[in-house]
C-alpha cells in the first residue's frame, strides 16, 4: 500500500483493508485478534485489550461512511511524527554550522585548474579543491555516525576540508562576461568531480558555471556501506546521517561561493570575473534531482532549483528502480532476508532513518517555508515518461506533497495535481514522453537492458533545456511543447 503524496505531520490515521481475497479468489478471513475485536469478545490479551479501543472509533468512523465493521478483514491505527521531531537533528546542525560559517563561509583552498578541460572547446576551465565545513561525523571514512551528547543532540566536532569542483564554460571567457553560478548535484553513487565530465553541454549552452561536492550517503565512497545495509540494516542508520551530513557541507559549499571564495584568481578571464555567484540556483540530475529539494531547502542562500528526472519517498519506490537491481539479490539472499515481508518491513524502518534528508520531508514547505528552518522555494521538476531509474510513481508523489501544478501540455497528467498553462512563475512539474517501453505496474524493477533510456537520452533535448535555461534564469516555466510535451531523441541525435 503507498499513499498518495506524503502525510501530514503529528496526526493521528487509520487505516482498513475490505473485501480482499487470496490468490484463487477466495474470502481473506480477519486474524483472530482483528475478528474478536469486530465480534466484540473480550480476550486475556493485553496487546489486544490496549488496541481495542482505537480500533474500535476506526471502524465507528467507518460505518459512518458506509463501510460494516463486519466486512473489516484488518484495521489499525497510527501516528505520525511531528516536523519538529524529524528535524531535530538537522535543525541543530544548521544552525550550528550557520553560526560557524558567518556571513562569508571560513575559507576554500584551490589544489588545480586545468584550462579546456575535456580538450572539447566547451569547458574554459575546471577548478578543484576543497572547502571548509563544519563537521557533525565521528569520522569523514563511511560508515560513520553523527557525534552526539548525552541528550542526543549532534554535537560539533571539527572543522573539514571537503572536494569541490568547479566548471566555467568557454563561452563566458568568450563574451568576457559574467554568468550565474549554479549548485550541481550528481547521479547515485556518484561524485561531484565526476558531473565535469559531463557539465560541459549544459554549461555552453546555460551560459553557467557549475560547482559540485558528494552528497555523501549515497555517493561512490558509501557502496560498501550500503552492501553492509543489506545484510546489517543498522549500516542505514551510518549512511542516513551521512546525508545529514551532507547537507550541512553543501549548504557550507553554497555560502562560501557567495561569500569569501566568491572573487578567486581561478574564476577570472581577461579581468572579468566569469562567476557571478550574487544569486545562486541548484540544479541536480536523477539522485541529484531527487535530493535537490532537500539541499535547497536547508540552505538559507538559495531559494530555486531544476530537478531533472526526481521524485520523493525513497521507499515507496527503490523496488520499481533498476538501480535497486546491484542491491536486490544480496538484499535477498539467505544471508540476509530472503522472505519478502521482512525485506518490506525493512524498507519502512530504513525510512524512518531516511526521513530527515528526504525531500520528502521538506517539500510540503516549498510555498510557505517552516519556522525558521526552511524557507520558501520554488522548483522546476522535468521528468520523462516512463523513467525505469525513477518511476513516476515518486515523481508524481513529490508533486502532491508539493502542492504544485503540472503544466497542462505535460504528456501525463498525474491524480491529484492542478492543470496550469504556462507561463508560469514559480513551481511546477513537467512530464516529456519519448515514447518509451512501458514501466511494470507492479511493485518490481523492469528489466535492465535499456531501461536507462528514459532516465538519460532527455538530458540533451533541446526543448526541455530551452524550458530549464529559462526557469534557472528567471523562476518562469515557460511552455516549449508542441502542443503536447514529446521528443524523439534518435531525430535530434542521429547516429
Not at 164 to 169: A, E
Amino acid at each position: 500500500m503507498r499513499t498518495l503524496g506524503a502525510l501530514d505531520y503529528d496526526t493521528t490515521y487509520g487505516v482498513a483493508f475490505i473485501g480482499l481475497s487470496d490468490l484463487s479468489g477466495g474470502p481473506i478471513s480477519p486474524s483472530d485478534a482483528m475478528q474478536a475485536i469486530i465480534d466484540g469478545e473480550e480476550t486475556t490479551s493485553a496487546d489486544i485489550e490496549t488496541r481495542r479501543g482505537e480500533i474500535e472509533s476506526l471502524l465507528g468512523e467507518l460505518e459512518l461512511l458506509d463501510y460494516q465493521r463486519t466486512d473489516v478483514k484488518a484495521a489499525w491505527v497510527f501516528h505520525t511524527a511531528s516536523s519538529q521531531s524529524i528535524l531535530s537533528d538537522i535543525s541543530t546542525m544548521r544552525s550550528d554550522a550557520l553560526t560557524r560559517l558567518g556571513e562569508d563561509g571560513i575559507g576554500c583552498t584551490v589544489t588545480s585548474s586545468e584550462d579546456n578541460y575535456g580538450d572539447d572547446d566547451k569547458l574554459y576551465r575546471r577548478i578543484r579543491g576543497t572547502f571548509t565545513a563544519p563537521q557533525y561525523l565521528e569520522s569523514q571514512n563511511p560508515p560513520a555516525l553523527i557525534v552526539r551528547g548525552n541528550d542526543g543532540t549532534p554535537q560539533y566536532v571539527e572543522d573539514s576540508e571537503i572536494p569541490f569542483t568547479m566548471v566555467i564554460p568557454q563561452v563566458l571567457a568568450d563574451l568576457n562576461e559574467s554568468g550565474p553560478l549554479v549548485v550541481f548535484g550528481h547521479g547515485f553513487l556518484g561524485t561531484g568531480e565526476g558531473s565535469s565530465d559531463y557539465l560541459g553541454g549544459w554549461a555552453e549552452e546555460y551560459k553557467v558555471s557549475f560547482v559540485a561536492t558528494d552528497l555523501y550517503g549515497w555517493s561512490s565512497s558509501d557502496f560498501d556501506t550500503l552492501g553492509l545495509g543489506m545484510i546489517d540494516p543498522s549500516y542505514f542508520q551510518h549512511q542516513a546521517e551521512r546525508i545529514e551530513q551532507a547537507l550541512i557541507n553543501k549548504m557550507a559549499m553554497i555560502r562560501t561561493f557567495k561569500g569569501v571564495c566568491s572573487d578567486l584568481d581561478e574564476m577570472y578571464s581577461d579581468g572579468t570575473n566569469l562567476v557571478n555567484s550574487t544569486d545562486v540556483h541548484y540544479m541536480g540530475y536523477s539522485l541529484g534531482g531527487i535530493y535537490g529539494a532537500s539541499v535547497v531547502a536547508v540552505s538559507p542562500d538559495i531559494d530555486r532549483a531544476v530537478l531533472w528526472v526526481g521524485g520523493s519517498g525513497f521507499s515507496t519506490f527503490v523496488e520499481r528502480s533498476t538501480n535497486f537491481a546491484t542491491f536486490a539479490d544480496l538484499f535477498s539472499h539467505s544471508a540476509a532476508y530472503p522472505d519478502r515481508n521482512d525485506r518490506a518491513l525493512l524498507l519502512g524502518v530504513m525510512q524512518q532513518m531516511w526521513d530527515c534528508s528526504d525531500p520528502e520531508t521538506f517539500l510540503s514547505f516549498a510555498n510557505d517555508g517552516y519556522d525558521s528552518i526552511v524557507e520558501p522555494f520554488s522548483f522546476l521538476s522535468i521528468i520523462s515518461v516512463n523513467d525505469a531509474q525513477v518511476p513516476g510513481i515518486s515523481s508524481d508523489r513529490a508533486a502532491r506533497t508539493a502542492g504544485i501544478p503540472v503544466l497542462d501540455s505535460s504528456a501525463r497528467l498525474p491524480y491529484g495535481v492542478t492543470q496550469q498553462a504556462g507561463p508560469i512563475s514559480g513551481s511546477a512539474i513537467v512530464y516529456w514522453d519519448g515514447g518509451y517501453d512501458a514501466m511494470p505496474e507492479s511493485n518490481s524493477p523492469p528489466p535492465v537492458g535499456d531501461a536507462g533510456k528514459a532516465h538519460n537520452e532527455i538530458g540533451v533535448i533541446e526543448d526541455v533545456n530551452e524550458m530549464v535555461k529559462e526557469f534557472l534564469h528567471t523562476g518562469i516555466v515557460i511552455d516549449t511543447c508542441d502542443v503536447t510535451c514529446t521528443f524523439d531523441y534518435s531525430a535530434e541525435n542521429p547516429e
